[in-house]
């Protein structure tokens, strides 16, 4: 008690010149220091040192500090215990009892909170009867929410949260016993959690107790519109920066994990006013009623080592903390510089850099972020790490583009211990100017583009979408607006990638054109538009026999079994039939490969190569959707049954459907030709990841690769070949006009056997594989027919095993 | 008058019973009517004044029928209420806060016609002095000086009887040409305050420290001990009082208790089974006693005395 009276007198001292700025004259007030006694239902904690705090104690010496407070605001104060006896723990109908006795005009409950387990928490909970939206009496939502806002800004826990007891204990009724029968308003603090340890060491100080009840008499004045506090609150703690506290201690945040200091003197001038801090392990002082302006704390320890000072500023009705960090072990050399960035001169910097300083001794955070320059000048936040030898700025919105920043740091930086930088330094450097355009596909001016083109536009940065709208479009030699499909932003990798909806023309000029202003997720942006033109493949038609088709399963190798595949990550390789993509039918061969070396191969077989008939024009090709990855397609033969060979078909260096076919006179060897299948071959300048689908594998190309002559006259559905046939044949027809189209197998009693197109087709000449392992047909005559339009055609065929 | 000392003469318990007996534990109000605390029995006996667990508002019940109305829905309405001593019409308080200041008014209410008057409005600190037969006797306000209700419902300065009030840390004790200041106890809390019927005795509870019964002066004549919300019987020869035990977070048992206040004698009218049993008050016959469960419901029991 004699020191409550002790401290209450240094308060008059600072502040009886403005202590009669706010008022609660008139009011009468019932305090309720929770618990009491040291009983069972006070719930102590025992800290290091045999130290015990009782949460009765720390109430009672809120409740008293606060008493204290109201009176001197000209209110009545009615408190249910002034002692902490065990007489003192008083029924709860005995505390509503006497709030009800007196007319008070408000109730309140002190307490600190405990989570009673092994998790911690430290966050300010005030209640109040009847639901969080609903109170009881509405003034009781109404102070529940000043004293979260001031006893979480004075106890600086973590959170504050407010809740009616019907919410917070679920049962929709009246919970709290010191609430029931109370006719007036009231509420409940838990201002901190006393079983999180470094809180419990605070509670122990006087200095907090008394902040904690400046808190409630602040809420008090806003509750009763009785003015605000002219005066300030300044107070700290002050840590060890070498020292940190147990791990038990579960510390919440960076500054709770030093080791406060005890018996710290803290001398605030001018006034010469003393705190002495106790050996509570808080490392707490405080100041209260100070009038606004600027003063001088001096901080002496008791190991002797020289006092430090601190310039700090009150400010009326608030609390401005000053948290110090020492050591009674200092290190008193001048600290330096050791590192920074981004380096001096440097360029091409990235607009969302962080500038950051390392020093070779623990700083004074506020005096060395005081004594960094910024030029032209960025807003943001500090952060420090590395026991405060590290510090970052980070500024809040990104670094202007293009701009050169020069950063200053005085010796005015200090270390904890008081001792100043040894020297200036100032480093300069700039920002990227632009957001550059790396690659494109197609590149400007390329032709012969598939019609099915994926268009890839690559910037160096990945790109912020939002800056897409408007300036990103794929246009006609017209200008038309061509729609497209977008299959990447390039958020992460900068790569945009977008196709059109439906094929282009052939013969056709577009272009894709970007305009200046896509940005990145630097906030640079593309100094000016740019256009890219190119030119769509000529209309050709290709005929042949489709020996493999992509449909069915089990008839290629995956990769991943071939002992010919090496080089490749296995978890990013695959292959798979796939619906994304189509030639013609339902499926695609569909690879996705990455590759873990510089020579990496892909090797896709057939399990049963294909015997290819050796005319001297003969071909093979297969339908390929390029990754325009700049790797090489090699296709694999079997010659006279046994020796293997390989015929380079082509670099990987288009993107769309294109037939990529080579003549069987360039397979090199003698004898019988099988084809058996597809390699992806690993360049030096190939990318390492990528996506192929192949589709039709198609022999025997009749007319090759040509011009065409023009669309079909008429519907046409060609005689299969060969007939009689074993194990497939191939059926061909033609398409005046685009259109559903279907063919379709039947037996000799007129039964469906199979479906072989049902879809809608543009005009033009098709070949169309029918397989007997596929549809498990067995010999006989079968008839096929085609309905296109109006158009109908039935022939036979004829299946012999 | 005359009816409420008939009704004493008639069922003045005994002062020396052997034995008290609960012949009867019977609801009064049922939890579908809603949850009520604090029960008030006028001075005939004939009706029972209820609250809600704040106070808030005050209900009528007409105990023959049944029949309950609603007097007021006011804040603190449900806090000693009184009849008045001719008319037997409710007088009860209605408070307001505004900006977090409480006013008081004062009221009456007739049950026969249903017309409520406000007696005296605005005022701060408001006490009702009741006898114990709940007979509205005085006002005290923040002048702490007690006001007389006259028989046309109008307030008169001038009091003839004795009042006890609690005013800051001490029981005061006034009349028309003296006030008396007591701390029987010294220093604290006092709650529950009451004199006896013959104005001789000074029943309260010292908060944290127990019950007494003190003479005027404020001298000890009996400790009760553990005993909260006392109240005297009519006859003044026992003491009714809760004994209820919490947690320090709410209340996890009570029971209802009377002493014979000359034989010190104990008898526990409650069992621990069932509910909790809270906030008991005499009823006008005096072998009654209502309470409250701790849910919000009304109860009665009926004492046989042996």
């Known amino acids: 008690m004699k020191k409550i009276i002790l401290t209450l007198i240094s308060f008059l001292v600072l502040g009886t010149i403005t202590l009669f700025a706010q008022s609660l004259a008139g009011y009468k007030i019932c305090i309720n220091p929770g618990h009491g006694g040291h009983d069972s239902n006070d719930r102590e904690i025992i800290l290091d040192d045999g130290i015990v705090f009782w949460e009765s104690d720390g109430n009672l010496a809120k409740g008293l500090y606060l008493k204290a407070m109201l009176q001197n605001l000209g209110a009545t104060v009615v408190m249910t215990r002034e002692t902490n006896t065990t007489a003192d723990d008083l029924p709860l109908s005995q505390i509503v009892a006497i709030a009800n006795t007196n007319n008070v005009d408000y109730f309140h409950a002190i307490h600190s909170n405990a989570t009673g387990t092994s998790t911690k928490s430290n966050y300010t909970l005030i209640l109040f009867q009847g639901h969080t939206n609903a109170p009881t009496y509405p003034g009781s939502l109404v102070m529940a929410n000043y004293l979260a806002d001031n006893i979480n800004k004075a106890d600086r826990t973590v959170n504050k949260m407010v809740y009616g007891d019907f919410d917070f204990y679920g049962t929709g009724q009246p919970y709290l016993g010191v609430f029931k029968g109370l006719n007036m308003p009231g509420t409940l603090s838990e201002g901190s959690f006393h079983d999180y340890f470094p809180e419990a060491y605070r509670l122990k100080s006087e200095g907090y107790l008394k902040h904690e009840a400046w808190g409630i008499a602040r809420a008090f004045l806003q509750y009763f519109s009785g003015g605000n506090f002219q005066t300030g609150i300044l107070a700290g703690i002050v840590r060890d920066i070498q020292v940190k506290v147990p791990s038990s201690y579960s510390p919440l945040n960076t500054f709770d994990s030093y080791k406060p200091i005890n018996n710290v003197k803290v001398t605030l001038q001018p006034g010469g006013i003393v705190y002495n801090g106790d050996n509570f392990n808080n490392g707490y002082y405080l100041f209260d009623n100070v009038n606004p302006g600027n003063y001088k704390l001096i901080f002496e320890f008791s190991n002797g080592i020289p006092p430090d000072t601190m310039d700090v500023t009150a400010v009326k009705n608030e609390s401005v903390f000053y948290d110090k960090f020492s050591s009674l072990n200092p290190v008193l050399d001048p600290p330096s510089i050791v590192n920074y960035s981004p380096a001096d001169s440097s360029v091409a910097v990235s607009n969302t850099s962080n500038i950051v300083l390392e020093f070779s001794n623990f700083m004074n955070y506020q005096e060395t972020e005081k004594a960094i320059t910024i030029s032209p000048t960025i807003a943001g936040n500090f952060k420090w790490e590395n026991d405060f030898k590290k510090i970052s700025f980070i500024p809040s919105k990104s670094l202007t583009q293009g701009t050169k920043y020069s950063v200053s740091i005085s010796r005015n930086a200090k270390s904890i211990f008081g001792i100043h930088l040894n020297q200036d330094k100032t480093f300069s450097f700039t920002t990227r100017s632009e957001l550059k355009l790396l690659s494109t596909y197609p590149t400007n001016n390329l032709t012969d583009v598939s019609t099915t083109v994926l268009i890839n536009v690559k910037f160096e940065k990945g790109i912020d979408g939002t800056t897409l709208g408007g300036r990103i479009s794929l246009n006609d030699a017209n200008g038309n607006s061509i729609p497209a499909t977008v299959k990447s932003l390039g958020s992460v990798d900068g790569l945009i990638s977008f196709e059109p909806k439906t094929p282009l023309d052939n013969d056709a000029t577009y272009r894709i054109n970007l305009k200046a202003g896509i940005g990145d997720v630097e906030y640079v942006t593309l100094a000016s538009s740019i256009v890219i033109e190119f030119q769509t493949e000529k209309r050709y038609t290709f005929t042949g026999n489709v020996i493999e088709d992509f449909e069915t399963n089990n008839v290629w190798q995956s990769p991943l079994n071939s002992p010919n595949t090496k080089g490749i990550t296995v978890s990013q390789t695959s292959f798979s039939l796939s619906t994304e993509r189509k030639k013609s039918g339902t499926y695609s061969g569909n690879i996705n490969y990455q590759f873990s070396d510089s020579t990496g191969l892909i090797d896709l077989s057939l399990l049963n190569p294909i015997l290819l008939t050796a005319t001297p024009q003969a071909s093979i090709g297969v339908w390929i959707f390029g990754d325009n990855s700049k790797n090489i397609i090699e296709y694999k033969f079997l010659r006279q049954g046994t020796n293997e060979a390989k015929v380079k078909v082509d670099t990987l260096n288009w993107t769309g459907w294109k037939l990529k076919k080579v003549l069987l006179t360039d397979v090199p060897g003698s004898g019988t030709i099988q084809f058996q299948g597809i390699n992806v071959v690993q360049t030096r300048v190939g990318s390492t990841s990528g996506r192929l689908f192949f589709d039709d594998c198609t022999s025997d190309i009749i007319t090759d690769v040509k011009l065409a002559e023009g669309l079909p006259a008429t519907y046409q559905l060609e005689q299969n070949y060969p007939n009689p046939f074993n194990p497939s044949t191939v059926i061909g027809y033609q398409l005046p006009a685009a259109g559903n189209v279907t063919l379709k197998v039947y037996d000799v009693l007129g039964r469906e056997v199979a479906t072989l197109v049902d879809v809608f087709q543009q005009a033009g000449h098709y070949k169309i594989l029918l397989s007997t392992d596929k549809y498990h047909l067995a010999s006989g005559i079968y008839f096929y027919r085609l309905e296109a339009g109006n158009f109908v055609s039935t022939k036979k065929l004829i299946l012999l095993k | ?306």
């Not at chain 2, 005994?14 to 008290?20: E, K, T």
């Not at chain 2, 005795?201 to 001298?219: E, H, I, M, P, Q």
């Not at chain 2, 005297?232 to 209340?251: E, P, T």
Request: glycine share 8%.
């Open chain 2, 1 to 306: 008058m005359r009816k409420v000392l008939l009704l004493l003469v008639l069922s003045s318990l005994p002062i020396f019973a052997q034995n008290v007996t609960v012949a009867e534990d019977k609801p009064v109000t049922n939890l579908r009517e809603g949850r009520f605390y604090y029960p008030t029995i006028s001075p005939d006996g004939t009706s029972l004044l209820y609250t809600k667990n704040n106070y808030q508002g005050l209900w009528s019940r007409n105990l023959k029928t049944g029949k309950t109305i609603k007097v007021s829905n006011a804040m603190s309405a449900g806090y000693e209420p009184s009849f008045d001593e001719t008319s037997g019409e409710i007088i009860f308080r209605e408070d307001q806060f505004i900006k977090g200041k409480r006013t008081t008014s004062l009221s009456s209410f007739n049950t026969s016609n249903k017309v409520k008057r406000v007696l005296e409005k605005g005022i701060r600190d408001l006490r009702i002095c009741r006898s114990t037969q709940n007979v509205f006797q005085s006002y005290v306000n923040d002048t702490n000086t007690p006001v007389r209700i006259n028989k046309g419902m109008s307030v008169q300065s001038t009091v003839a009887q004795k009042t006890a009030y609690v005013d800051g840390n001490h029981i005061t004790i006034s009349d028309n040409s003296s006030k008396k200041e007591l701390q029987p106890m010294g220093e604290g809390n006092y709650i529950w305050v009451s004199l006896s019927s013959d104005r001789t005795k000074l029943l309260f509870t010292f908060a944290g420290k127990g019950t007494y019964v003190s003479d005027l002066d404020g001298n000890i004549l009996k400790v009760v001990g553990y005993a909260n919300y006392p109240s005297w019987s009519a006859d003044g020869n026992w003491i009714l009082f809760m004994k209820d035990i919490d947690d320090g977070i709410r209340v996890i048992s009570s029971n209802i208790y009377i002493v014979n206040y000359y034989s010190g004698k104990y008898y526990k009218l409650t069992s621990d089974e069932n509910n909790i049993k809270l906030y008991p008050t005499w009823g006008a016959g005096n072998s009654e006693i209502f309470y409250n469960t701790d849910d919000g419901q009304i109860r009665e029991l009926l004492l046989k005395f042996e």
